[in-house]
């Protein structure tokens, strides 16, 4: 089936997935992700991106972020990929694109998944065996979020922010998230959503975005009707 068109709404939170081209490497040596991130900063800084959560892998990039206004997202990623591609193309003596043709974005209900997908994309390289904790990975936004450490690029949600009342018993609360790792169903319900364009929400939050979109937000039922039901 065919993913559904993308829908961006200003002030709802996406998850958005960019893969390398024929799923290539994206980075080539250490120095091209403070540089992906540097560009990432401004390019979301100019067009309207709070950028929330991220995790910078070998062949793609996860990020949670909010836009704006409908054009922030498709505006900053067209920035970052183009002075990003200049850099790669010419450090690295190749030509043509980098970027998988499309990037997949799905609109969020924040108030009963934003943490989750949180942890979603910062345990992306504990799911892909590099690390065994995310602690040890260096390209997220784990490190801010659990630990404090500065990050031009991130901008605290108000869920965050509303673990605790201070910086440290936010980063405390958001630590003990990671005690357990995901379920294999949310696992797919994230990424079913992702990779076709469904809203990732509560039913009551379905609805209504359906109604706002005029479209399908989730997928049909399963199966055909039995003959008499209605």
Avoid at 73 to 85: A, F, N, W
Avoid at 95 to 120: H, N, P, Q, V
Avoid at 123 to 139: C, K, T
Avoid at 143 to 160: I, M, Q, S, V
Wanted: hydrophobic share 35%; proline share 6%.
């Amino acid at each position: 089936m065919a993913r559904l068109p993308r829908f961006f709404a200003p002030g709802y939170p996406l998850h958005v997935i960019q893969r390398g081209n024929n799923r290539g490497a994206l980075f080539f040596k250490k120095s091209d992700y403070p540089l992906y991130l540097e560009f990432l900063t401004e390019a979301a800084t100019r067009y309207g991106c709070a950028i929330h959560s991220y995790v910078l892998m070998t062949n793609h990039v996860h990020l949670l972020l909010t836009p704006d206004q409908p054009e922030s997202l498709p505006k900053t990623l067209q920035s970052l990929g183009r002075r990003y591609v200049q850099h790669v193309n010419a450090s690295h003596q190749r030509t043509g694109t980098l970027w998988e043709g499309r990037y997949r974005a799905t609109l969020i209900d924040g108030d009963s998944y934003f943490l989750t997908c949180c942890r979603y994309i910062e345990l992306n390289p504990v799911r892909a065996d590099m690390v065994v904790h995310p602690r040890e990975y260096l390209w997220s936004s784990y490190h801010a979020h659990a630990n404090g450490k500065r990050d031009p690029l991130l901008t605290p949600h108000a869920l965050y922010r509303g673990l605790g009342r201070t910086a440290v018993e936010r980063q405390k609360a958001y630590r003990a998230l990671f005690r357990h790792h995901l379920s294999g169903e949310t696992l797919e319900e994230i990424r079913e959503a992702t990779n076709k364009a469904w809203v990732l929400g509560s039913d009551r939050f379905k609805t209504r975005l359906a109604k706002k979109m005029n479209r399908r937000v989730s997928p049909l039922p399963r199966g055909r009707p039995r003959l008499g039901s209605e």
